[in-house]
C-alpha cells in the first residue's frame, strides 16, 4: 500500500519548487516484492523552472518529511537516460500532476526518447562484450 501523504503538505512542495509532476516508479509504485523496511521510494518529477544543487537538496528532505522515510531516490525527468524514462513510463503512479492527464499525456515522449537512444545502448553493450573478451583472453589459469 502507497503511504498515506498529507495533501497539504504535498501542495506547498508543490508551490514551492514549482513541480509539474510527481511520479513514482519502481518497486514502490508496483508494490511487487516492496520491502518497506528495506525498499526506497522512487520518485520523478518534472519542475516549471530548472532547480540548483541546494533547491535539489532542499526538494529531497522535504519529500523524505513528507513520506516518513528516509531511503527516496529522486530523479529529475528532464535530464533522466532513456531507459529510466521508459522505467517511468511503464510503471509510473502519479503523485501530483499539475494539469490533470499530463502524465498519460508525456508517456509517448518518455517511450520516444527510450527507442531514440536504443542504438547508442547497443553499441555500447556491443563495445563492453569486445572489451569483455579482451580481458577474459588476458587472464591466466
Known amino acids: 500500500m502507497l503511504t ?9 512542495v508543490v508551490e514551492k519548487y514549482h513541480l509539474k509532476l510527481l511520479v513514482y516508479y519502481g518497486s514502490y509504485a508496483r508494490q511487487e516484492d516492496y520491502d518497506h523496511s528495506r525498499s526506497d521510494i522512487d520518485i520523478a518529477f518534472i519542475s516549471e523552472q530548472q532547480l540548483g544543487s541546494q533547491q535539489l ?13 528516509s531511503n527516496i531516490d529522486l530523479v529529475n525527468l528532464q535530464t533522466a537516460s532513456g531507459l529510466l524514462k521508459e522505467a517511468v513510463a511503464n510503471d509510473g503512479r502519479v503523485l501530483y500532476e499539475k494539469e490533470e492527464g499530463y502524465f498519460q499525456q508525456l508517456c509517448p515522449y518518455l517511450y520516444k526518447c527510450y527507442y531514440e537512444t ?17 580481458e577474459l583472453k588476458n587472464v591466466r589459469p
Open 4 to 12: 498515506k501523504i498529507d495533501t497539504d503538505k504535498l501542495q506547498q
Open 57 to 69: 537538496f532542499d526538494l529531497m528532505s522535504d519529500l523524505i518529511m513528507l513520506h516518513r522515510k
Open 118 to 134: 536504443r542504438k547508442f545502448r547497443q553499441i555500447k553493450h556491443a563495445l563492453f562484450e569486445k572489451k569483455l573478451a579482451e
